[in-house]
């Protein structure tokens, strides 16, 4: 006698924003973010006193600008975007393996849609078998592992448990790597190439990486390979590492000192490329193309250019599908 296989469905994950632009969601939104021991590895009662004395009190009113300035009728733009990600995936998953086959649902680490919501949608809709996806190319504990942590802590009050698939990276997959370059090119296609070009990746504090975070030697593997698919030579691109807070050092050679650099000795022409984020939010749109544009310039530099992340570009979606497809294996057959 045949049965039908466990109902399957597919987790979309990324980071998160806050609900609504105000300062009371921006402080819920930084609040339950800075609270994760997978971000923030400080003591606990010296990182308490920080964030509850000093960064909760004034950090969202300094961010209401920023995100004002990137805000959308739909809200922030990597919900926006994830959104369509969802949706695209939908439709390509169903033209491939046949419809009510795989739900693609989405969930952000941090806020809404949470993740703890969409499990538990999930389970009341009879769903056995899921695959993660964590939408992070480059592992690194501060996103991919806070992930897995996040599944780990909604699950851990249920009985029934469901069947679990956990996508690690895939900063070398080949439709990345293709997609990556082909969005370059079409920039250039579009906008007119310019002569260096700057691969930016989110930054990450030194002492995470002499813990063992594996996260910069797959940023450099994957700038190395869209590089080489560019046919670029070494002195026609770069990495560096953005968004750094705090004193402590962080990984270098930082995005912004870089740039500043670049500026005194007056060059021009630089294309920046964002490849660590799926989807454009505050730290691509606000901070590397809006203030560090000015940064660049106001230090002599001129002819900026920010190619946007593949958000939900058909390339993209396809390299979700095949991702998908492959951790799938086995799942979709009847048993």
């Given at each position: 006698m045949s049965h039908s296989a466990p109902k399957t469905a597919l987790l979309m994950l990324n980071l998160g924003s806050p609900d609504e632009l105000s300062t009371a969601a921006l402080r819920r939104y930084l609040r339950e973010f800075l609270s994760d021991r997978r971000v923030i590895e400080a003591p606990r009662w010296i990182w308490w006193c920080v964030l509850n004395g000093v960064i909760l009190?004034?950090?969202?009113?300094?961010?209401?600008?920023?995100?004002g300035s990137i805000w959308t009728e739909q809200g922030s733009p990597i919900r926006a975007i994830?959104?369509?990600?969802?949706?695209?995936?939908?439709?390509?998953?169903d033209s491939r393996l046949g419809e009510q086959q795989v739900r693609v649902e989405?969930?952000?680490?941090?806020?809404?849609?949470?993740?703890?919501?969409?499990?538990?949608?999930l389970k009341q809709e009879g769903y056995e078998r899921i695959l993660v996806m964590p939408l992070f190319p480059q592992y690194s504990a501060t996103t991919t592992a806070a992930c897995f942590d996040a599944i780990a802590r909604a699950l851990s009050c249920e009985r029934n448990i469901p069947e679990l698939r956990f996508i690690r990276q895939y900063h070398e997959k080949p439709g990345y790597i293709e997609a990556l370059a082909n969005s370059v090119k079409q920039h250039w296609q579009q906008q007119g190439r310019q002569g260096h070009l700057m691969f930016s990746f989110h930054g990450l504090p030194l002492s995470y990486v002499k813990k063992g975070d594996p996260y910069p030697l797959q940023c450099e593997a994957t700038a190395t390979a869209v590089a080489s698919a560019l046919q670029l030579n070494d002195s026609q691109w770069s990495l560096t590492y953005q968004s750094r807070v705090g004193v402590a050092p962080w990984l270098q050679p930082y995005t912004d000192e870089t740039l500043i650099e670049w500026g005194k000795e007056g060059r021009s022409g630089v294309d920046v490329i964002c490849p660590g984020f799926s989807a454009d939010c505050l730290e691509t749109l606000e901070e590397v193309a809006i203030t560090n544009e000015e940064i660049f310039v106001d230090a002599g530099g001129s002819d900026y250019q920010y190619i946007p992340a593949l958000n939900a570009?058909?390339?993209?979606?396809?390299?979700?599908?095949?991702l998908a497809e492959q951790h799938l294996g086995g799942w979709l057959e009847a048993n």
């Open positions: 009190p004034f950090r969202p009113r300094k961010l209401m600008h920023a995100y994830s959104l369509q990600q969802k949706a695209a995936l939908q439709t390509l998953l989405l969930a952000m680490t941090y806020g809404n849609p949470s993740i703890a919501n969409a499990l538990a949608e570009s058909p390339a993209h979606i396809e390299l979700l599908a095949d």
